[in-house]
């Protein structure tokens, strides 16, 4: 048995340092070590899969020298996060990677372009229909960076630069993140915490919408300053974001306090963004000018026409019927529904126990291999219940940790998403030629992100393990009164070593909960706070950013450096994120106790 010791140094300052060290080594590698590319270009950071397997390395040494953890159990814990972030999340990002594909080859997707321009001219305000309202209902479906994928790859199609694609949906996926999958967050969040799942989702819905009103004038700052823009042009802009910020939001904190929506409020929201967003710029206002991109401002000036071009309708023609539109859409319709099919318990429940009747029982590397053809599971060796947390972590009574590979193949998100993608494919009728092509281009644009996405997790679950992220985490439980403040930014860390705010739950859900006790904070707001924090870590966590680079970059080349440079551009909107849902926690555990929501009385 392997007791997790949150001091292995004897000092809790130098056990943190060390504690830190492979996070420390990820982030130099992927950010600041300075190297020439195979075209002598210096550059800032390595290539991806290079840093996550030096960052990988670093976690290895520090969990079996420094923290004594043995070697078996530290590769297991590798490897059950390398497989389960294949089932759990590549698998997601392939489908929807494959879908996309499967639009572009058959040439609906320039289709769904037109019609997304018909909606608005500007570009500032396609950032926000795509990235913000699109994006969020892709991430209260099936989330794990697939409205990244998804909504990058549309805006690159639109003619976005890939880095200013990348950028802009990491940084739209943030407030909707609390209900991704689902409500997959909240679900765990509750299990873990032992408090009422509503009244957690209520919480997160009373801090979230301040960030909802937000983020479409902050996607539209960023972007104008990125081509070049003027504050003025940012503003000029303002009706528009504020009504799509303002009905996300709305519909955000009505939504998420309900037991019927609550599951579903990324999804409702992000449907009434859109339609009262596009409903707003046909009929009630729209920009005088349409702000381009700079490459067509400087195509416009070299033809002599005015570099600020007019929005009237009348001098745009829309090439296809209401039919071809529909059907061009079909295929991210059949996304959305299967992937709300698939989120569905009931649903789960059925696949899970389709082939319950075929069962096995055997072993697999000297550890029971069992179950049912449709939920096989492998207790992982050296591993499964052979971890223990101790206090202040979990409860003096915790039991080991279990450590299976529940190879839920049926059940998944990610084969809801694979679903849609066949489905779509017979719907487009693609040719047996066409279909090649998609499954060809998937699959070459997809290798290197795979790799580097499954060391990643691995790494996060060695960190888990070992409890190298608890001693880390345990370094914000020392803020005092200032905890609310910190109990945000644990949550940014838990997402950032796991790359989903469903595992950060899971991670420090807990923890918050116990401190919260020794603190006499309100414990729904600290544990839902673990949860909000997290979202803006999610736009800098690897595997999110190697998702957004394999949806928005075609060459190999770029795409295998452009981790470092995005990294570097989101890693303090992430950091300042983070301090305003502190801030919002703060102010609702010493000003505004109001907003807490009451759980119900235990029955």
Request: charged share 10%; with cysteine.
């Amino acid at each position: 048995m392997y007791y997790q010791s949150y001091n292995p140094m004897g000092n809790v300052f130098l056990s943190t340092l060390v504690a830190a060290v492979p996070i420390a080594a990820l982030l130099y590698f992927i950010a600041l070590h300075p190297h020439r590319d195979v075209q002598g270009t210096k550059r800032l950071g390595i290539p991806a899969p290079y840093a996550a397997l030096f960052g990988v390395t670093a976690a290895f040494l520090v969990s079996c020298i420094a923290f004594k953890m043995p070697l078996a159990a530290a590769a297991s814990a590798f490897a059950l996060g390398s497989l389960s972030g294949f089932l759990g999340i590549i698998w997601i990002i392939l489908g929807a990677m494959l879908l996309y594909t499967m639009t572009v080859v058959t040439g609906k997707f320039e289709i769904v372009k037109e019609s997304i321009i018909q909606i608005s001219f500007d570009r500032r305000l396609q950032c926000v229909l795509i990235a913000f309202s699109f994006g969020a209902i892709i991430e209260g479906t099936s989330g794990f960076g697939t409205p990244v994928a998804i909504a990058g790859a549309v805006m690159v199609g639109l003619g976005f630069k890939p880095f200013q694609s990348a950028v802009l949906n990491l940084l739209a996926n943030t407030a909707p993140v609390a209900w991704g999958a689902i409500g997959t967050p909240i679900v765990v969040l509750a299990s873990v915490s032992g408090l009422d799942q509503v009244t957690l989702s209520a919480m997160a819905g009373h801090q979230l919408p301040w960030i909802s009103m937000l983020v479409p004038f902050w996607l539209v700052a960023v972007f104008v300053k990125m081509e070049g823009g003027t504050w003025k042009e940012v503003f000029e802009v303002w009706p528009a974001t504020l009504c799509a910020g303002g009905s996300f939001a709305l519909m955000q904190y009505l939504a998420s306090g309900t037991n019927q929506f609550h599951l579903m409020t990324d999804v409702v929201s992000g449907v009434f963004s859109v339609i009262c967003t596009a409903l707003f710029l046909r009929f009630v206002w729209h920009p005088k000018t349409r702000f381009l991109l700079k490459s067509e401002r400087e195509a416009l000036a070299k033809t002599g026409a005015p570099a600020a071009v007019t929005t009237d309708r009348s001098a745009w023609k829309y090439s296809y019927s209401v039919g071809e539109t529909i059907y061009a859409w079909l295929p991210w319709a059949i996304l959305i529904i299967c992937c709300a099919v698939w989120g569905m318990p009931e649903w789960k429940k059925y696949l899970n126990a389709l082939f319950s009747g075929i069962a096995f029982k055997t072993t697999l590397l000297g550890s029971p291999f069992t179950g049912t053809l449709s939920l096989p599971t492998w207790d992982m060796p050296a591993l499964h219940n052979l971890v223990q947390r101790t206090p202040p972590v979990v409860a003096a009574s915790a039991k080991p940790e279990a450590a299976r590979f529940v190879i839920n193949w049926l059940s998944a998100a990610g084969t809801g998403v694979f679903v849609a993608a066949i489905l779509s494919g017979l719907v487009l009728r693609l040719s047996a030629a066409q279909w090649k092509e998609a499954v060809v281009r998937t699959g070459r644009r997809m290798a290197t992100p795979v790799v580097v996405i499954a060391l990643v997790l691995g790494l996060g679950f060695l960190t888990r393990y070992s409890g190298t992220d608890a001693v880390l985490g345990l370094a914000f439980t020392n803020a005092g009164p200032m905890y609310p403040f910190f109990a945000a930014y644990l949550g940014w860390l838990g997402v950032f070593l796991t790359g989903s705010d469903t595992a950060s739950n899971a991670l420090f859900g807990s923890l918050q909960r116990i401190t919260a006790q020794q603190l006499h904070l309100n414990e729904i707001l600290i544990v839902a706070t673990n949860s909000t924090g997290g979202v803006m870590g999610k736009m800098i966590d690897a595997q999110s950013i190697m998702v957004a680079c394999a949806a928005c970059y075609d060459d190999p080349h770029e795409r295998a450096h452009a981790l470092g440079p995005i990294f570097r551009k989101v890693f303090w909107y992430s950091i300042a994120g983070a301090a305003m849902i502190g801030v919002i926690a703060m102010l609702q555990a010493y000003v505004f106790p109001g907003a807490i929501p009451i759980p119900p009385l235990p029955k």
